[in-house]
């Protein structure tokens, strides 16, 4: 019998340098929109699962949103994680949170802090993404030895 996980968060973008405030937050959305629109590989992560607001919607930092609902994610939870640092690598960002609310096994909340080699890497005149973070859960990366 299947069961139905909800995973949903925010990315949490900073501002740029005064002459070119919007520069991490275009090259934010140049990276969700070169997502697959539907991919087949379990689990997928795709771009219609986020959303980013436009200049109306951002003061200062950018928020992206994103969430989703799955079939038994807890099977492939570790997996799922792995993914989304993936994309993670490749965003510029300062925090990350993800609230996860497994049917059978409780809701979970996983945060993401970049550190401060990170926070050098954000400000270089050609930015690199953030890959430097800290990890922290009220829940495990896998689910195997509960099920």
Do not use: C
């Not at 994680?81 to 909340?109: A, N």
């Amino acid at each position: 019998m299947a069961h139905n996980t909800l995973v949903y968060g925010r990315i949490n973008s900073p501002a740029w340098k005064t002459k070119d405030f919007y520069k991490l937050h275009l090259l934010n959305e140049r990276i969700i929109s070169e997502l697959p629109e539907f991919s087949e590989n379990i689990p997928s992560i795709n771009k219609t699962m986020f959303s980013t607001a436009n200049e109306q919607g951002t003061f200062r930092q950018q928020v992206i949103t994103f969430g989703a609902s799955y079939k038994s994610l807890e099977y492939e939870w570790e997996l799922w994680l792995e993914k989304f640092e993936s994309i993670l690598s490749k965003l510029y960002w300062l925090d990350v949170k993800i609230y996860v609310d497994f049917e059978l096994l409780g809701d979970y909340k996983y945060e993401w802090n970049i550190n401060n080699k990170g926070l050098i890497n954000l400000r270089l005149e050609e930015p690199k993404p953030t890959t430097n973070w800290t990890f922290k859960s009220d829940g495990p990366r896998t689910f195997v030895t509960v099920l």
